[in-house]
């Protein structure tokens, strides 16, 4: 396909930084699209702007530049002066939908954060500050849908690395959803499975243990991650995607606090997406890198040396990795 004619075509190496500067203007034309649940309410059938608009509440004029720029950028299709979804719209955009992704409070809430990037960056710490505690119920609620939605789909793989049959006892630690805790149940729903979590997060867990149909087959425990009480005669404990939360030092903290909580020949599965060596790969791991710097004040991404040696350092032995077909490590160690 030939590539379009812009107004900074005269100059194809300042248009490529600013197409790349601009690139925002898409993204929130799509986060306010979502906000606005725009493809649910076009749905299965074809739709004017003024049905539209009618139907949302919203300015004729508005809602029709948005279709169209939604048009253009692939996300709707036109015929006449009616708008309809993509096929692959209906199956991710449309509420209801099973493969529904487009709730867009967690999208609006890194936007904001995202905005005080410059201030992050001059100070090395999160600015404003940002808490658990600080966070909105929709906002929690919101990061919970996505990482719920993610690993839905990633825990039928993650769960095929780990050897359930002897597991009786387990724990799924900084839970979130409780999405791969609730994996080993649908393999022995006899396992004693708990799902431990901050307080701020554990109602969420509840609800979606609930929806999941598993209500009243896990123990949800809320806690501080770092100093609460986790139980003990674990067979297993999952952690997943937990440590890139913490300092190296609490990272120890929370290992050794697992490992006591095991029982001997106990294993620990940790999950982590991780950053190569020189820090500049892979693409997506250097932003997710960034965005840890937005929303904690020592957070980052691991490398697989620093999170072996967290591991060795806390005294887990036969270390296994695995590598998934979703970009993560799966690192599966013994007491």
Known sequence: MKKE??????????????????????SISFIVALELDLFSVIGEDFKSAEEIAEKIGASPKGIFRLLNALVA??????????????????????????NYFGD????????????????????????????????T??????????????????????I????????MKAIDFGCGSGSFGLELLKININIELVLFDYPEIVPFTERFVEKKGFAGFAKVMQGDLLS??????????????????????????ILNKIFDALKR?????????LIDNDRTSPFFATFDSLRLLLFTPNGDLLTETEL???????????????KTSYGSTIFIGEK
């Not at 095929?160 to 597991?167: A, E, G, L, Y």
């Not at 440590?243 to 190296?248: E, K, P, Q």
């Not at 072996?308 to 695995?322: G, P, Q, T, V």
């Open 228 to 253: 609460s009480d986790i139980g003990k005669d674990y067979d297993l404990a999952i952690v997943s995607n937990v440590l890139r939360y913490f300092s190296f030092k609490d990272c120890m903290k």
């Open 137 to 158: 119920s929709d906002e929690i609620d919101g990061m919970l849908f996505i990482m719920n939605w993610r690993a839905n789909r990633q825990a039928p793989e993650f």
């Open 104 to 135: 867009a409070r967690l999208m609006r809430f890194l936007l904001k954060r995202w905005l005080n990037l410059k201030e992050t960056i001059i100070g090395g710490q999160p600015y404003p500050p940002l808490q658990l505690s600080t966070l």
């Open 308 to 322: 072996l040696l967290m591991m060795k350092e806390a005294w887990f032995s036969d270390i296994k990795i695995h």
């Open 73 to 98: 950028m692939g996300l709707l299709v036109k015929y006449g002066q009616k708008y309809g979804n993509t096929q692959e719209g209906k199956e991710y955009l449309v509420r209801g939908a099973p």
């Open 265 to 273: 020949k106990g294993r620990i599965v940790v999950q982590e997406n």
């Open 5 to 26: 004619t812009t107004p900074f075509s005269i100059d194809p190496k300042a248009e490529t930084f600013l197409e790349l500067a601009l690139s925002f203007e898409r």
């Open 160 to 167: 095929r690395f780990i050897d359930t049959s002897k597991v």
